[in-house]
């Protein structure tokens, strides 16, 4: 008997899937291709080499390059070789939701019990909209679902929570989170109550190789929403204070006005380590809202010179008549960083904000830094790039960061600008009898207003330095 030897590609893209329902077909190798098709459409059965004596290297290969849902499902059900490579990546990420009818947490708990390997391949679990009551009928309210579900995965690293109160959690659910070591904790309008954020804290220091931390809207309620003051705000335990927190590389505190967790931040610049350790950080993505919050960025950037090098900012700043004083903002110490990206669409004070860190490009020319800036990015609303050539800021931009002592290490300005949908467009809002007065149409476009905002970059333009691009809104 004469062995055959195939020749497989090296790169993935040359295997082909031809057809969904895998557990009723068969590979076929021939030469440098692979594909799937119906044993009825070949005339040489010969060639035809069934799934389970695939060599696992291939079928990893073919596994990992399929992306529908669907198709992983189909390939789990082809054979024994391929169920175990399939059933990793179906499982490797679950989330789960109390808004659907039935208990989601429950089946999965159920799925646990019946299949207790299942749960040891999940490596992120994703948390929406729990709520204690939401067990089905004749289930016990005391029964910690999360706790037991949680007792399951052995090979856990990531968790992420949207829009859920700490307080929902029963403690064992909280005490058994903080037995994980996480690499990554993600929290989406996450709300506070009573010791909540202590609770968070000790989840955070039970996590001592956690890398990354997201607080997107996430912040404690407060008394001043019905109707009382915000001296109620959570404090930092000082247990938690005397301990060291985990050493993160990336750190994201984004919030909408007005909805915040200062005792989040302002643990961290008090006590240096808690709730976490900002020795090593990276990259850090903050919001500014109000004039504490251009303070504490500050620190953090003062406190991380040795490390940062990526810096995120979002202006959450609601209108003009809010615009905070440019004076009364510090300036920021930038020298260190390696990209920069703002994100201002909201409001009418983008400028404004930008004017702001015009002025802390200009300290470093003044303190006779080295800068390591490459790349700076800037997002903006449609309303901020009106009439861009009677706005001087732009010609600041083009002439500080063509010029020593940036132009050796810069590379590239981008500027976004989002697409306002016609529904949105401010003309649209005017009443019908304005236009009845003989009044115009604007017709220009967000692409038109992006054509008269590159032409301001001259000196970045010529050097290959400069990139605007049109996105569609929320992109």
């Known amino acids: 008997m004469t062995e055959r030897i195939y020749t497989f590609p090296t790169t993935v893209p040359s295997i082909v899937i031809r057809d969904r329902h895998f557990c009723r077909h068969r590979w076929i190798l021939e030469g440098s291709n692979t594909s799937l098709r119906t044993p009825q459409y070949l005339g040489d059965q010969s060639r035809l080499i069934m799934a389970e004596s695939l060599p696992q290297e291939l079928v990893d290969a073919v596994i990992d390059d399929v992306r529908s849902f669907s198709d992983l499902k189909a390939c789990s059900l082809t054979c024994h070789t391929f ?79 949207y829009d859920v109160t700490i307080s929902d959690f029963c403690d064992g659910s909280l005490a058994r989170l903080s037995s994980h070591s996480f690499r990554e904790i993600h929290l989406y309008d996450v709300v506070f109550h009573e010791n909540g954020f202590d609770q968070l804290c000790a989840v955070l220091q039970g996590s001592p190789d956690l890398e990354r931390l997201f607080v997107h809207h996430t912040g404690p309620t407060t008394v001043s929403m019905f109707g009382g003051d915000d001296t109620n705000q959570p404090r930092l335990n000082h247990l938690h204070a005397t301990r060291r927190g985990p050493r993160i590389r990336d750190l994201s505190v984004v919030s909408r006005y007005s909805y915040s967790c200062p005792a989040f931040i302002g643990a ?182 992006a054509r008269q905002l590159k032409a301001q970059f001259h000196r970045l333009g010529g050097q290959l330095k400069f990139s605007i691009k049109v996105i569609k809104h929320g992109v």
């Open 83 to 161: 169920s175990a490579r399939t059933r990793a990546i179906l499982f490797r990420e679950v989330k789960l939701s109390g808004r659907s009818q039935l208990d989601a947490f429950q089946r999965f708990h159920e799925l646990c019990v019946e299949s207790p390997h299942i749960p040891s391949l999940v490596q992120t679990l994703c948390i929406h909209d729990y709520r204690r009551g939401s067990a089905l009928p004749g289930l016990r309210p005391t029964f910690d679902t999360v706790n037991s579900i949680l007792h399951f995965m052995q090979n856990l690293k990531v968790i992420k929570f």
């Open 268 to 449: 961290i610049l008090e006590t240096k380590t808690c709730p976490v350790s900002v020795e090593k950080l990276r990259r850090f993505a903050f919001s500014l809202s109000k004039t504490v919050d251009f303070q504490h960025l500050v620190k953090i950037l003062k406190l991380t010179s040795g490390t940062l090098r990526v810096l995120l900012l979002t202006f959450n700043c609601p209108s003009a008549w809010h615009s905070l004083p440019l004076s009364g903002l510090p300036i920021v110490r930038i020298g260190h960083l390696r990209k920069v990206a703002f994100m201002v669409t909201s409001g009418h004070d983008g400028p404004h904000y930008l004017q702001w860190w015009i002025q802390s490009l200009r300290r470093v020319i003044q303190s006779n830094q080295s800068p390591v800036l490459r790349t700076m990015d800037i997002e903006l609303g449609a309303s901020f790039v009106d009439n861009p050539a009677s706005q001087s800021l732009w010609a600041e931009f083009d002439q500080i960061l063509s010029s020593p002592p940036f132009d050796k290490k810069f590379r590239m300005l981008t500027i976004k600008v989002q697409k306002r949908s016609p529904n949105e467009s401010p003309q649209n809002k005017l009443p019908q009898f304005i236009w009845d007065l003989g009044v115009l149409r604007s017709r220009e476009t967000t692409e038109d207003k």
